[in-house]
């Protein structure tokens, strides 16, 4: 009669091995794949806003205001001028009716004129065209689309500021050059950094930490999940971030969140997600960083 055997493989008492955990959301992301996609939309401000054209209006108005808080609520010395002070233009702050505590500095009625300003992802312009030219003297172009770069080439702006250098590459390889002259009083990150892994809008920051004036901003401004992990955006190849992971990737960057905003006056029936906005200065030495 032969010998029965144990088979240890199915036994009772034994647990079956986890399943392996998904990869992060933002290791799908592909710069080529990122540019496949924009370069089959066409250079339009619909293009732009994935076909919401309507929102272009209010999102420009909020981010001037939004500078505008910035630069009146959390002042540091004041920014250097490539123009004589008699001849520096200057921009009208925006009315914020809502805001008592910017209210309590009447005596900035109108704000100097940025030297330098970069529109980081610029598209064909809209930001540039609608609302730096406003408040910058200069507004450099970092886009990686030679269309949507030639676009806002052709761009005639709506304020005093004119465009400066345009730079057709991805904001994963851009690298600011960090000579006096080229140095940015204001640096304009809005949606698309969800085209970047972590790690490179770490290594952007950090590149960005070292053009950006001592007076100077970045300003962070991109869609954010309602709750839950990151979510990946197979149409376009991007990852949408909460709130959370943002504010951990600003720290590992070397930044402090000065002002955070949620963005409000979208029409409701389109359903979009929350827009959130980011003021942000570099650390130094473990010091408040709102002046």
């Not at 250079?43 to 500078?67: A, N």
């Not at 312009?125 to 609302?131: D, E, H, I, P, S």
């Not at 009083?185 to 770490?202: K, P």
């Given at each position: 009669m032969p010998t029965p055997t144990l088979n240890l493989t199915h036994h009772?008492?034994?647990?079956?091995?986890?399943?392996?955990?998904?990869?992060?959301?933002?290791?799908l992301i592909s710069p080529a794949k990122s540019l496949t996609y924009w370069r089959s939309i066409p250079?339009?401000?619909?293009?732009?806003?994935?076909?919401?054209?309507?929102?272009?209006?209010?999102?420009?108005?909020?981010?001037?205001?939004?500078?505008a808080k910035l630069r009146r609520l959390h002042p540091l010395p004041p920014l250097p001028s490539s123009s004589s002070p008699k001849n520096t233009p200057s921009v009208k702050s925006p009315p914020t009716t809502k805001d008592k505590s910017a209210e309590s500095h009447p005596k900035v009625a109108e704000l100097p004129m940025l030297r330098r300003g970069v529109d980081c992802g610029a598209g064909i312009?809209?930001?540039?065209?609608?609302?730096l030219s406003k408040v910058c003297e200069v507004v450099d172009i970092v886009e990686p689309v030679q269309a949507f770069a030639d676009e806002t080439r052709r761009a005639r702006c709506q304020g005093?500021?004119?465009?400066?250098?345009?730079?057709?590459?991805?904001?994963?390889?851009?690298?600011?050059?960090?000579?006096s002259s080229q140095?940015?009083?204001?640096?304009?990150?809005?949606?698309?950094?969800?085209?970047?892994?972590?790690?490179?809008?770490?290594a952007l920051l950090v590149r960005v930490g070292k053009v950006v004036a001592e007076a100077g901003w970045v300003v962070v401004k991109e869609n954010v999940v309602r709750e839950g992990p990151d979510l990946w955006d197979e149409g376009d190849g991007s990852v949408m971030r909460g709130v959370g992971s943002w504010r951990e990737l600003f720290a590992r960057a070397g930044f402090g969140i000065v002002r955070e905003e949620v963005v409000k006056g979208f029409p409701g029936k389109l359903g979009l997600f929350p827009v959130w906005v980011w003021g942000l200065r570099v650390k130094s030495g473990g010091e408040r960083v709102d002046g």
């Open positions: 009772p008492h034994q647990q079956c091995p986890p399943p392996p955990e998904p990869p992060p959301p933002d290791s250079p339009t401000i619909s293009g732009m806003l994935g076909g919401y054209p309507q929102i272009s209006r209010t999102d420009l108005q909020h981010s001037q205001t939004f500078l312009g809209r930001v540039t065209v609608g609302f005093a500021g004119k465009v400066g250098e345009v730079y057709v590459c991805g904001l994963e390889t851009w690298s600011p050059s960090s000579s140095t940015y009083d204001l640096v304009w990150i809005q949606w698309c950094l969800g085209h970047l892994t972590d790690a490179g809008v770490v």
